[in-house]
């Protein structure tokens, strides 16, 4: 984390296995500004470390939709951690 | 069940009539198929997933099944949508149930229809494993000897 660079609070939703490994609902974790949601991949799996193994293949959303690795994070969106669904 | 007037999307006027139906009571597929008949329908096909009670061995008590609601349902109309693009659908249904599901019970129903079979076929299909790959939906299974899982398959290995 830059020392000298802006960072944003982003709170990321979780749902089923995910919210089980993490024991909560949402986690809240710290980035830089210009993080991209492939950088809030990494955090998560360094904060949250039970996430890891789901963090492999899951996606991202940004406002209920799906979003892209590289692509940037809104703070004030509602931001939620998809891992591989199963319905159907 | 009880549908909803107009729930989910429904358009008229020479567009297919979409709906889509996130719920967490038994999914009643008679007002579906009856949903289904218009005019310029020939074809009605209905996919229905239920509850699978023996999976090699083991005996499913009954999946319990999660949404993401605000991206599941936007997520099952842009298949919808899709698929009315891709096909001459006439309706297009999507139904998915959540909470308990025990087994020979259905989870998800999809009802398409068109004026001739083929297209009928190939839309219901297609629609049943796009929303398998990308509706936030997940299913956590209840195994008869007490054990739970949240089921989250990697890309190589599906089950089904």
New interface residues.
Partial sequence: MGKWGIEMIVTV?L???AR?SAGADHVQVTLEDSARFADLALVLAATAPRLEP?L??ARF?AN???VRPEDAIDPKSEI?L??????? | MKLPPTGGELRHNGHPLNMILLTDQPIDIAPLVEQAQRPGAGAVVMFL?VTRELTDGRQTVALD????P???E?EMARLASAAGERWPLETCILV?RTGRVPPSEA??AVVVSTPHRPEAFDAARWL?DE??????????EAWSDGATE??????EGRPE
Avoid: C, N
């Avoid at chain 1, 998809?82 to 159907?88: D, K, M, R, T």
């Avoid at chain 2, 398998?132 to 997940?138: D, M, R």
């Fill in positions: 939703q749902f089923a296995g089980e789901l492999k293949y959303a209920a939709e799906y939620a998809i891992p591989p669904v199963s319905g159907g | 997933g099944y999660e949404a993401y605000a991206m599941a936007r998915h989870s998800v049943i929303l398998k790959q990308s509706v936030p939906i997940w299913k956590r949240w089921v989250h398959p990697s890309p």
